[in-house]
């Protein structure tokens, strides 16, 4: 049941270049999305989010993307630094019908490397 | 800026051992979460908690695991008997509001090593 998929497991760009993370859901039920960087042996820390109810948002050096009729989302990091290289989830939530718990379902993670 | 924190940070058990695993979620936050994430696999959701009682759970959350918040300040995570497979990160997660877009704030996990 892979309800986020994230196709690519590694990346590697050099330092100052865009990276392009992408993902993909098919959940239409889905309408909060998330970009959590994650380090070996740490926690998922938050990176940025963004609403099914807009298509952009913008933090600093990370720009997400949201194309809703493909189901798909990208985290684009301008410019790369190479303590940007980590491991990047993309996460989801949707409404469930018992409230708002709101629990989040994860793809399986781009490793990033920047190459200074 | 605050932060989830849990602690141990590592657990070695034998199978069939009890564990007690331990988070203190952001002051003032209302949502408890935990997820797990075993070697090599996604991080996945066990269970949600709010206002004393679970609010949802996934199939791997069987009657093994447990959630508990003791106190005001600490959520705590048992498995009554370990198995090998329990073996994974274990994150506690924490929310403050019920706002649709409001962001799950992860600690540092709980490595849980069942030998």
């Known amino acids: 049941d892979q309800q986020v998929k994230q196709n690519s497991p590694s990346l590697s760009v050099q330092e100052g270049r865009i990276s392009i993370l992408n993902c993909d859901y098919t959940?239409?039920?889905?309408?909060?999305f998330l970009w959590y960087k994650k380090y070996p042996a740490e926690g998922p820390t938050f990176l940025i989010s963004?609403?099914?109810?807009?298509d952009k948002n913008e933090d600093g050096r990370f720009t997400v993307f949201l194309n809703k009729s493909a189901k798909h989302l990208s985290l684009h990091i301008v410019p790369s630094q190479p303590g940007d290289s980590a491991v990047y989830f993309c996460?989801?939530?949707?409404?469930?019908?018992?409230?708002?718990?709101?629990?989040?379902?994860f793809g399986s993670g781009t490793q990033l490397t920047v190459l200074p | 800026e605050p932060e989830v924190t849990q602690t141990p940070s590592h657990q070695v058990t034998q199978m069939g051992q009890e564990v007690i695993l331990r988070c203190v979620p952001i002051?003032?936050?209302?949502?408890f979460y935990w997820y797990r994430q075993i070697l090599g696999q996604k991080v996945e959701f066990l269970v949600s908690?709010?206002?004393?009682?679970?609010?949802?759970k996934s199939e791997i959350f069987d009657d093994q695991f447990s959630v508990e918040r003791p106190d005001g300040s600490n959520f705590t995570l048992k498995i009554r008997s370990t198995k090998l497979e329990d073996s994974a990160m274990y994150f506690c997660a924490s929310r403050g509001t019920s706002r649709s877009t409001d962001t799950q704030y992860f600690g540092p996990g709980t490595r849980l090593t069942v030998l």
């Open positions: 002051s003032n936050h209302l949502y």
């Open positions: 959940n239409s039920m889905f309408d909060y």
């Open positions: 908690f709010y206002n004393n009682e679970i609010s949802e």
């Open positions: 963004i609403s099914s109810i807009k």
């Open positions: 996460a989801a939530s949707a409404v469930n019908t018992l409230g708002s718990a709101r629990q989040l379902t």
